[in-house]
């Protein structure tokens, strides 16, 4: 065996030697022990001479990004400003009492300022400009289609809510009354008197649902359709109203779980949609010309036409081969005014009843070209229906198939004078493309798309994944803004990468719409999914702008959006887009990179708004990072100028 062990050294415990060596060691400690301390007080010396630099470094060098700590600007009279870097959450409440001259959250010098437009600018649609429009052809109404402005052209500026502007009334309050300040123009209320479109009350406009074919109110006229199809049973979730007006079909449709993509050009009726954004109704600026409509193929399962004055007839029947297009397999075409029941109306109408009844006869030999089956004409009302599939129609068409194509190809895509091939069946009874659940079951019931493997690199388990990450994310959301919370705080809202609808789907139980985009820079075309979901959405670019008015949304959200248009348009641009569409105080959630955001925070923090970055759901770990941003309130100032401009 081993002999004893030998004394475990410890630092509290001196060697043995060491009482016999100590004694000559003595003078070279003390020697050390002088020099440490001539250097310590050399050090503090040194620093206390160059101030708080060394802290200054470190500081500038570790990023750091809080949950809860953020540097905001805080609400304060007009004569002063400051900011504050403690753990006070973003206000996103309404209340009108924001400062428009905060300080920003970074050092004064880095940050670009964006200064408010010019009041003429209130209304701007860049891609609508009615300036730009009369270079282009009137044919056709082509000068009313997209026509953007070039690059050297694009505002730097804010567009300027006009002088009054208030925040809209609750929805469903929204769609009978609108603020006048907020569209100040009464045209309507003389152009269209008769017909119960819109009325002037004091500080408000009030919208009786009446429509130039439905003077007796939308419910009604809805209540008539009803009686015609079934609109109770959710085989109907998704509706286009063509040549909208100020959408009362479509605001009255959403009581019945129908939700309408409405539409209307920038004419004469300048404020058509802008008065159905006002009341919360989804609606965009368009027109059917020469271009196709921006959504994919069998989107909506019933088309409409309330005299829109769209020429079916002419052009070959191009407008009704775009309606094809885009009607689902079984659904319906509705159309009301001329020329439907022209002999009792054409006196009314002021037409001769020999034209009146050869544009019958033009919109009847199309649609059977196209297919279709007319299932009634009743009043003032007349039903076609699209087949379910081609099976029978290909033997006894008129119309020639298009060649292969993609149909759901729709963003500056020309109209074409070819029917648009359904999928391929096997028999006459099967429904081309897959049948759709009913309504709600549609919403999270896997859609045909993904389940015929026609979405590239999209499977059943990716969207059901993709669905339960949407519920985690929302959840995390309404922690930061608890707003969202809030039945009725937000009503228009847009997602500007919406992929299959997911961020959507989670919200479908509030009274609000979300208007999904698809880029068409994106990997995958997945706007169709949405619309076999039994949402809404369109196609778009954000290196344009939006073919939308100002202040449209109460809240904007932005999925990496900032991560797909790198090197292909400016950050400040789609920036400067997003706070011309958001409404005052409305709200912002943008996810992407945190490098990305640190470059988005420092360009919202020259917009104005209030912003902070915090964490990912799943923690301080992952790189994505998110931003909630308010958009403070701030108007033109009132003026002799923007006064003039109310009633011109």
Not at 443 to 451: D, S
């Amino acid at each position: 065996m081993a002999g004893p062990s030998p004394p475990y050294y410890t630092p509290l415990s001196k060697p043995p030697a060491a009482a016999a060596t100590s004694y000559w060691k003595k003078p070279r400690l003390y020697s050390l022990a002088v020099v440490t301390i001539l250097c310590s007080l050399s050090y503090l010396f040194g620093a206390w001479q160059h101030g708080g630099a060394t802290t200054s470094i470190v500081r500038a060098t570790i990023p750091c990004f809080p949950s809860t700590n953020a540097t905001t600007k805080t609400h304060s009279s007009p004569s002063s400003s400051h900011t504050s870097t403690t753990t006070t959450e973003l206000d996103f409440a309404t209340h009108h009492s924001a400062d428009d001259g905060a300080v920003a959250a970074v050092p004064e010098e880095t940050i670009k300022k964006y200064p408010p437009c010019d009041i003429k600018y209130s209304e701007y649609t860049p891609c609508e400009d009615t300036n730009r429009s009369l270079k282009f052809d009137r044919d056709r109404l082509i000068y009313r289609e997209r026509h953007c402005p070039e690059k050297d052209e694009l505002l730097k500026c804010r567009v300027p809510a006009p002088h009054g502007y208030r925040n809209p009334f609750k929805w469903p309050l929204s769609r009978d009354l609108v603020w006048y300040a907020n569209v100040p123009h009464k045209e309507l209320t003389v152009e269209k008197a008769v017909q119960n479109w819109i009325r002037y009350e004091g500080d408000r406009f009030r919208f009786p649902g009446g429509g130039t074919m439905f003077p007796n109110g939308a419910g009604a006229y809805i209540d008539d359709i009803g009686k015609l199809i079934n609109l109770k049973d959710g085989s109907i979730r998704t509706a286009i109203d063509t040549g909208c007006g100020v959408a009362s079909w479509g605001a009255y449709l959403l009581s019945r779980n129908i939700l309408a993509m409405s539409f209307a050009p920038r004419d004469t009726h300048e404020a058509q949609v802008q008065f159905a954004l006002e009341r919360g109704v989804p609606t965009l600026i368009g027109v059917i010309a020469s271009k196709r409509l921006p959504y994919p193929s069998r989107s909506f399962d019933m088309a409409h036409c309330s005299r829109c004055l769209i020429p079916w007839g002419q052009y070959d029947g191009t407008y009704l081969i775009e309606v094809d297009r885009v009607l689902r397999p079984g659904g319906y075409w509705i159309l009301s005014g001329p020329p439907v029941n022209w002999k009792n109306h054409w006196k009314g109408w002021q037409r001769r009843a020999e034209d009146l009844n050869a544009e019958r006869m033009q919109i009847e030999n199309i649609t059977k070209s196209l297919c279709w089956k007319k299932l009634v004409e009743k009043g003032d009302i007349a039903i076609w229906q699209k087949p379910t599939n081609h099976f029978n129609c290909k033997k006894f068409h008129k119309t020639p198939f298009c060649p292969a194509q993609d149909p759901d190809k729709a963003w500056y895509t020309d109209l074409e004078t070819c029917l648009t091939p359904l999928p391929e069946v096997s028999n006459n009874e099967e429904v081309a493309g897959g049948e759709l659940k009913k309504w709600p079951e549609r919403l999270n019931a896997v859609p045909p798309r993904i389940t015929r493997r026609t979405v590239n690199g999209v499977t059943p388990e990716t969207f059901q994944q993709n669905s339960r990450l949407w519920i985690k994310r929302i959840s995390y959301y309404k922690t930061v803004n608890n707003q969202l919370g809030q039945v009725g705080r937000y009503r228009n809202i847009l997602d500007m990468n919406a992929f299959l609808g997911g961020f959507a789907s989670s919200l479908i139980e509030d009274p609000l719409w979300v208007m999904n985009i698809v880029p068409v820079e994106a990997k995958v075309n997945t706007l169709g999914v949405i619309y076999e979901r039994g949402l809404i959405g369109t196609y778009h670019s954000w290196c344009e702008a939006m073919s939308t008015y100002p202040r449209t949304y109460d809240l904007i959200h932005a999925d990496s959006v900032f991560t797909l248009y790198k090197n292909r348009c400016e950050m400040e641009d789609i920036m400067l887009e997003m706070d011309r569409i958001l409404r005052p105080e409305g709200s912002l959630i943008i996810r992407d990179d945190v490098d990305i955001l640190v470059k988005v925070k420092k360009i919202a923090d020259g917009l104005n708004w209030e912003s902070k970055i915090v964490d990912h759901e799943d923690g301080p770990l992952e790189r994505e990072k998110l931003l909630f941003a308010v958009k403070l309130y701030w108007t033109a100032p009132a003026s002799s100028d923007q006064d003039e401009h109310k009633t011109s």
